[in-house]
């Protein structure tokens, strides 16, 4: 099983930006989309990014589109996000995930393995 760890994660303005990282421990890494989510309180998750198993196909939701950047490195089973122009509505917790398949989009039972998540806070 697939262990994923987030890290960058922190406190920034409004309009200011952070990099996301995602460590992934599997020994196969590379045949499987990756993605990122997040959850602010009192809402449920919510689907961010993707991107295919060999870097191409990125997908965005509309709210980052433009603003954030995903991108994996599969020799180092790495997997980014970054985040530009940050707005108080990013504030939430991000999540990394590892579909069951090479391409994977918002439809949260096409991802099988998560993270433990790292904070986000935009301020105002």
């Not at 409004?14 to 009192?42: E, I, N, T």
């Not at 504030?91 to 099988?112: E, F, I």
Request: hydrophobic share 35%; charged share 15%; aromatic share 12%.
């Amino acid at each position: 099983q697939v262990q994923l760890t987030e890290s960058g994660g922190g406190l920034v303005q409004a309009g200011g930006s952070l990099k996301l990282s995602c460590a992934a421990s599997a020994h196969v890494f590379s045949d499987y989309a990756m993605g990122w989510f997040r959850q602010a309180p009192g809402k449920e998750r919510e689907f961010v990014a993707s991107i295919g198993w060999s870097g191409s196909v990125p997908y965005y939701v509309d709210s980052v589109r433009g603003r954030f950047t995903i991108s994996r490195d599969n020799d180092r089973k790495m997997t980014y996000l970054q985040m530009n122009n940050l707005k108080p509505e990013d504030t939430a917790v991000y999540y990394c995930a590892q579909a069951g398949g090479p391409y994977a989009q918002s439809d949260l039972g096409s991802w099988r393995q998560w993270g433990q998540g790292t904070q986000v806070t935009v301020s105002s």
